[in-house]
Structure formats: C-alpha cells, structure tokens
C-alpha cells in the first residue's frame, strides 16, 4: 500500500542553521512527490516537484528511489520559512485516477 | 487568474441547518477535489471531479453532497452535519483531469458545527 512517512512532528532549528525534513514513501509504482508548505493563515501551496528540480526559497529536495526517500534541504534557514511541511505522493489508483496522499507533517520553526 | 478561491470563509451552522460550500478557479484545470482538513493534520480526499464528472468518493457520508456545474465551479452541499464535521474544507484543482499533476489548493472554508 502507497504510504508516506515524516518521522519528525516537530523540527527546530535557529536561523542561519542547515535543515533537512525527512520524508520517507512506500509504493510498488512509478512515483511523483511533493513538498507542500502551509504558512500560518495561509493556504497550502506547492513548495517543490520531484520532476521539475527546481530550488524554491533555497529549498531542495532529491528523490533516491534506492532509500524511497525525498528528503527537503536548504542549508541557511530563514525565520520565515517558519510553517508546516507536507510530503505527498502522487498515486495511480485506477483506471485513469490519481490520489494525492500525504505525510503527516513536519512542523518547522526556526528561532532568531 | 491563478488562484483557486473558496467561499465563504467561516461558516457556523446547526446540526439542521442546509448548507453550501463554492470554490472556483479559472485556470482552465480539468480535475477538481474537496479535501478535509482537521486542525494540525493533513489534508484527507473527500471527492473528485473530472471533466465535470464524479470519479472518486472516498466514502463520504452522504450528508456531503458534491456538484460540479461546470469545468471552473464546485460546491460541495451540506445537510444534517455532526459536529465532528467541523474542520477546514479545502478545495483544489490541477491541471488535464486526474493525472499526477500538482494540485493547487484555495484557502478553505472553515466550518463549525454546533
């Protein structure tokens, strides 16, 4: 069954500091992650794509289907990039549907 | 417009109250969904849309009923709720029907039951 796995409810770190939120994903298919952030009064928005590669807001994430793991890195981290972190996993679930489901959520704050 | 918007949202509503949730988006996107989301938990799938037509149902109690007029709007309708449905409903869309496209969230409504 299609799982994803973030170890860490809560990560703390002071600013200036590397971070690395761990996600971890079970599923026998070809898969497609994400990194989902949601500020404090603000609505969940797409941080990062496997695909695409990209770095936003200093964030990286690599996807090492050897360790089925897509952990999110940025080595400075910044006060504002205080918020929660959602993991998810795009699955096929038949015929032409698609799920998105997601970790639990790592709570990030990053102190002055 | 890139946004996907919500409306209304708060909404306070008795156990026999009638009641309608509305989410747009004009981005020109195919698949549409409702999720739920209680307080420091992630988002759960409730409905799809695709092409304006129902292709998942996660087992939703039927107090939940969803629409879908047309390919930019999705309702989600409510009647004789529990007060444990209350939570943050989130609408979303992505993009060519239910691919594995990144979905784009609106800011929810949120909801209380008394």
């Known amino acids: 069954a299609q799982r994803v796995t973030q170890p860490e409810k809560l990560l703390s770190v002071f600013k200036g500091a590397p971070v690395e939120l761990k996600c971890n994903y079970s599923?026998?298919?070809?898969?497609?992650l994400f990194w989902y952030v949601q500020y404090s009064r603000q609505r969940l928005q797409l941080l990062l794509r496997?695909?695409s590669r990209e770095s936003i807001k200093g964030f990286t994430a690599d996807l090492n289907k050897g360790e089925t793991s897509f952990h999110l890195k940025k080595p400075f981290a910044q006060e504002e990039d205080s918020a929660m972190y959602y993991c998810a996993l795009s699955y096929h679930s038949g015929g032409s549907n698609y799920k998105l489901t997601f970790g639990k959520g790592t709570l990030l704050t990053v102190n002055p | 417009d890139t946004e996907v918007t919500q409306t209304p949202k708060h909404l306070v509503m008795g156990m026999t109250n009638k009641k309608s949730l509305k989410c747009e988006q004009h981005?020109?996107?195919?698949?549409m969904y409702w999720y739920k989301q209680k307080a420091k938990k992630p988002p759960e799938l409730m409905f799809v849309y695709s092409y304006e037509k129902l292709s998942i149902n996660e087992s939703v109690p039927s107090r939940f009923s969803p629409e879908c007029p047309n390919s930019s709007l999705l309702n989600l309708h409510l009647h004789a709720l529990q007060p444990e449905d209350s939570a943050l409903y989130l609408c979303a869309s992505s993009q060519g029907g239910t691919g594995p496209y990144e979905q784009y969230f609106g800011p929810g409504t949120r909801l209380t039951v008394t």
């Open positions: 981005m020109g996107h195919r698949a």
């Open positions: 599923y026998s298919g070809s898969p497609e």
């Open positions: 496997h695909i």
